[in-house]
């Protein structure tokens, strides 16, 4: 059975960092592609970053591009979203999703087969 679990949430000042982690079990992750998605309140889910685990390549969206990096590490199966800079506007919730490495459009979310539940990002103004 797949799982991913988000960690790292919380309650951030603007201008701050945060570090979100996502750890997978039951998949083989050098043979998927794990996806950071965010959704504001009332707003839809949107693509934040992507990395595919063979060839440690890397996708982000044009709104946290230069102030985000996303991050693999096989052996515990972890992906990690490190965002600097935060601004009000990256108030929302993260989750992290795992699909196989050779689909395309990783920018949307229809192509994403697991997901995790979910964690909160807070930036106060």
């Known amino acids: 059975q ?6 790292g949430g919380g309650l951030v000042q603007a201008g701050g960092s945060l570090r979100l982690s ?8 050098r043979t998927y592609a794990m996806g950071w998605f965010r959704q504001a309140p009332g707003k839809e889910r949107e693509f934040v970053g992507a990395i595919i685990w063979s060839g440690r390549r890397t996708y982000y969206a044009d709104s946290v591009k230069g102030r985000t990096t996303i991050s693999g590490d096989g052996p515990t199966s972890t992906v990690d979203l490190q965002m ?10 993260y989750y992290c999703a795992a699909t196989p490495y ?3 459009s990783l920018t949307q ?13 807070t930036v106060s103004s």
């Open 2 to 7: 797949v799982q991913l679990v988000e960690s």
């Open 22 to 29: 996502c750890v997978a079990s039951g998949l083989t992750v």
């Open 84 to 93: 600097n800079t935060l601004q009000h506007e990256d108030t929302a919730a």
């Open 102 to 104: 050779y689909r395309r």
């Open 109 to 121: 979310r229809e192509v994403y087969d697991y997901w995790g539940q979910g964690t909160q990002v």
